[in-house]
């Protein structure tokens, strides 16, 4: 069976700050499956480690957000000084 244009489809791509939040409720989903009684073991560890992922590939992007800061800063700098 053919797949549908959804699935075919290019998706945009996420600013920074869209990433940023998509992330942060990633975090709290896994969390929240850490957190409750109501899941298997295998579910939480599932949640653990998607969790440690999340958190590595948040890491990275707030240094990437803090980067892109500071070059628009310098930037702006560079053009008060031409």
């Known amino acids: 069976m053919a ?3 959804k699935y075919r ?3 945009k ?3 920074l700050q869209e990433l ?4 942060t409720e ?5 969390e929240e499956i850490i957190l409750d ?5 295998q579910e939480k560890l599932s949640a653990i480690h998607a969790l440690t992922q999340s958190v590595g590939s948040f890491a990275k992007l707030i ?3 803090e980067l892109e800061k ?10 008060e000084w031409t």
Do not use: P, Q
């Not at 940023?20 to 992330?23: A, N």
């Not at 009684?37 to 073991?41: C, E, I, K, N, W």
């Open 3 to 5: 797949k549908s244009w």
């Open 9 to 11: 489809r290019k998706r």
């Open 13 to 15: 791509a996420l600013t």
């Open 20 to 23: 940023k939040l998509r992330l």
């Open 26 to 30: 990633a975090v709290e989903a896994a």
């Open 37 to 41: 009684d109501g899941y298997t073991v």
């Open 63 to 65: 240094e990437a957000t």
């Open 70 to 79: 500071r070059l628009d800063e310098l930037e702006s700098l560079i053009e």
